[in-house]
């Protein structure tokens, strides 16, 4: 680790001010900055210690939704009463991610941070424009088993690796953002991450010196909610291909979709494709699979994970067939 | 004395050396305190400079969590968190869950339902599942949970394994792991 002077902010307006200088970052959790300074990916000067920063609440909103503070920690969120029940695909989400112990430490704020797992990224003997841009992505024609086969370009096939934010990108959420000077913003969680294009090693749209201080759910949508993560192992590893999907079906017919995948792309991503395949439809296996394949029409296979482009469509079927008929269930 | 840690960074003593800070660490009930390099982990932190040794080292990198401690009761990875950072909480690391005159019943199930073969991985064991049953006692879902909404959780071998999952042992000691966690979970060492 390179050298840093640390300080504690308790004031988000001077945690913000004493973090926009050239080297410094912010840190709560520390579960993928410590890691990535570890192996002197990331190289901070000063870091700004927002933790404690009295952004933990989870709040109800007038309008029935929920705005979870940045400093919430990922396990608090995912067995919050309100969260459990009220958008479950979030809490499903959450779980399925890391371990006890990371779950623990790692904050909502921080999660939405959190970057790509991918090994040339992380192997700094390795060509990697998101480290060092411009000198090559080794992953086209490496060993590129987990890597994107949506939204990618030729300078870039990583993937996001967080679970949460598919979840928050099918429950439509948006980021509440504080930058320098005090003014305040919100982000639609869609415009949040950025593709690659040619500039792979700028990863969200947040603007110089702006810190993440709550999400905000809208009032829950209506439908089943499900998130479903296929994976090499059965714990305590990344999605290959994940699925977080919203149905509701009245009388055997489709009358709302939210989609989102995970593991597929350099952001969640939100299948507006998908979505008009279902709506009005059957809540049958056909409709499924026409969703699917529409949802997963510009897929590209880099050599080592083609097998995700049917991989995403089965466990598209799957999810939405479960999520379907528990809706019909409950629904009587 | 009141020390406030975030406000004594300390500047270089010269232009090479990396910047220190003052830190009191609370572990096991007992405050220490230590001037460190402000790149120390928690987990060098109490090896290294409290001589606390048994937690462990395995990976450096949090996918291992044998260096599982608790934090403020929950559990934790205590190789991916800054020492300097931990100030007012309070670290509870296996030396002080019991002693050989006195061990935690977890320990103590631990040797009957022989949950260890070479031990590395132990402490962080046993943290790691102090930790997990206070989660489930209050009634936590985990990836394992078939409905996340349900207010109360049974604590099956399934759930153990998941809530679990984060603890890797190289000498595939898990189910007796899970037996060992299981009999204290169910009252049988309280």
Known sequence: MRPFTYERATDAG???????????????????????MKLEIERPLHLVDISRLPLRAIEELPDGGLRIGAQAANSDTAADTRVRTRYPVLSQALLSGASGQLRNKASIGGNLMQRTRCPYFYDTHSACNKRDPGVGCAAIGGMNRIHAILGASEHCIATNPSDMAVALVALSARVELLGPGGSSRSVAIGDF???????????????????????????????????????????????????????????????????AFGGVAHRPWRSPEAEAALLGR???????????????????????????????????CRTLAHAAEAHAAREG | MQLKTEERPRP???????????ARLRVNG???????????????????????TGTK??????????????????????????AVMHEGDEIVTIEGLGSPEALHPLQ???????????????????CSAVGMLAEAKADWPSHATADVSAPTIALTDAEIRERMSGNICRCAAYPNIVAAIREVAEGGRA
Not at chain 1, 229 to 247: M, Q
Not at chain 1, 288 to 313: P, Q, S
Not at chain 2, 31 to 52: G, K
Not at chain 2, 108 to 126: E, P, S, W
Request: glycine share 8%; aromatic share 6%; charged share 20%.
């Open chain 2, 12 to 22: 270089p003593a010269t232009p090479d050396q990396p910047p220190t800070m003052l």
């Open chain 1, 282 to 316: 059957p809540a049958t296996m056909v409709t499924y699979r026409a969703a699917a394949d529409a949802a997963l029409g510009d897929a590209v296979g880099r050599g080592h994970n083609n097998f995700k482009i049917e991989l995403a469509k089965r466990t598209l």
């Open chain 1, 193 to 259: 991450h950025r593709l690659p294009g040619d500039t792979p090693h700028v990863e969200t749209n947040l603007s110089p010196g702006e810190m993440i201080t709550g999400v905000v759910l809208p009032a829950p949508p209506p439908g089943w909610q499900v998130y479903r993560k296929v994976r090499d192992r059965a714990s305590y590893e990344f999605a290959l291909v994940s699925v977080a999907a919203i149905v509701s079906v009245e009388r055997g017919t489709i009358a709302s979709a939210r989609v």
């Open chain 2, 108 to 126: 103590a199930a631990f040797v009957a339902c022989d949950g260890f073969q070479c031990g590395y991985c132990t402490a962080g064991q046993i």
């Open chain 2, 57 to 82: 080292k395995g990976c450096d990198h949090g996918q291992c969590a044998a260096c599982t401690v608790l934090v403020n009761g929950r559990r934790i990875n205590a190789c991916l968190s800054l």
């Open chain 1, 14 to 36: 001077a945690a913000v001010a004493s973090a926009f200088r050239p080297g410094a970052r912010f840190i709560s959790g520390g579960t993928n900055l410590l890691d990535l």
């Open chain 2, 30 to 52: 007992a405050d220490n305190f230590v001037e460190l390099d402000t790149r120390t982990t928690l987990l060098d932190a109490l090896r290294e400079h409290l001589h606390l």
